[in-house]
């Protein structure tokens, strides 16, 4: 339960939010009914609230959803965008390497370490942390 604790905060707060606008939203609607001199139907409450509920979702979470979760995928799948500062701290790295370890050694060092981890031109891919003998 505690390692979901965001997530079930996360349900809770939407779970009171989407109640509270459906309850709210039925008073709404019996006060315009009564201004109207009309009696409320459920039938027609209820698509006038699936009507807003799915225009606030349409605005506001999906919205959300796409920037979280799609900057999320692109920074998994390593996009230039998402390693802004790994270029320059695989350079010193690099760098160092070679003055520790010579030139020839550590070039050797650098390509295998590359290949371990799938990098290419700069950016690591994901999912490349098999072991070269490593246990």
């Excluded at 998402?82 to 350079?91: G, Q, T, V, W």
Aim: net charge negative; charged share 25%; glycine share 8%.
């Amino acid at each position: 339960m505690k390692r979901y604790a965001y997530g079930w905060i996360t349900a809770l707060f939407f779970l009171v939010s989407i109640a509270g606008h459906w309850v709210f939203g039925w008073y709404a609607y019996v006060d315009e009914a009564g201004a109207r001199h009309q009696a409320p139907q459920v039938s027609a409450y209820l698509m006038e609230m699936g009507r807003d509920t799915f225009e606030n979702w349409q605005s506001e979470f999906l919205q959300l959803l796409w920037q979280v979760l799609g900057l999320a995928y692109f920074l998994y799948v390593g996009s230039p965008a998402s390693k802004e500062n790994d270029d320059r701290l695989e350079a010193k790295v690099d760098e160092l390497l070679r003055m520790a370890a010579g030139d020839d050694r550590a070039q050797a060092l650098i390509d295998a370490i590359d290949e371990r981890y799938l990098r290419v031109a700069g950016h690591a891919k994901p999912h490349a942390h098999g072991d070269l003998g490593h246990e």
